[in-house]
């Protein structure tokens, strides 16, 4: 079975742009409904839907960290069609709004840029 769920979160992070339902996991790996919340709960210790918001907003910070894409751009690559949602979300997870955890990185990049050389 942890095979199995390992393998929904697995499907579930590569498809962050447009997430699968709890149904159509269900139905795409032939599990029930109570074998999916207690197989995730055991496994990750999360509940379906805090999984995939959980790695949509990982995924969003790497983005943000990584990219030169917008932030509301970002907020849809990662399967968010609200932008207030996902910039609540992200703080949530973060405790900084995408915008200043995006000006931190790059603060941070431009401070390592301006160490001395050997």
Do not use: W
Request: hydrophobic content about 30%; charged content about 30%; aromatic content about 12%.
């Amino acid at each position: 079975m942890s095979y199995k769920i390992f393998k929904i979160g697995e499907y579930i992070r590569r498809n962050l742009h447009n997430p699968p339902t709890k149904e159509m996991v269900c139905e795409k790996f032939s599990i029930t409904d109570y074998s999916l919340r207690k197989g995730f709960k055991e496994n990750f210790g999360l509940n379906f839907g805090e999984y995939t918001r959980k790695h949509k907003i990982k995924t969003a910070a790497r983005l943000l960290h990584n990219s030169e894409k917008s932030i509301s751009a970002i907020s849809e690559c990662v399967g968010f069609r609200n932008h207030s949602r996902f910039a609540e979300a992200f703080k949530n997870q973060y405790g900084l709004s995408p915008k200043t955890f995006r000006d931190a990185c790059k603060q941070s990049i431009s401070k390592l840029t301006r160490l001395p050389t050997c």
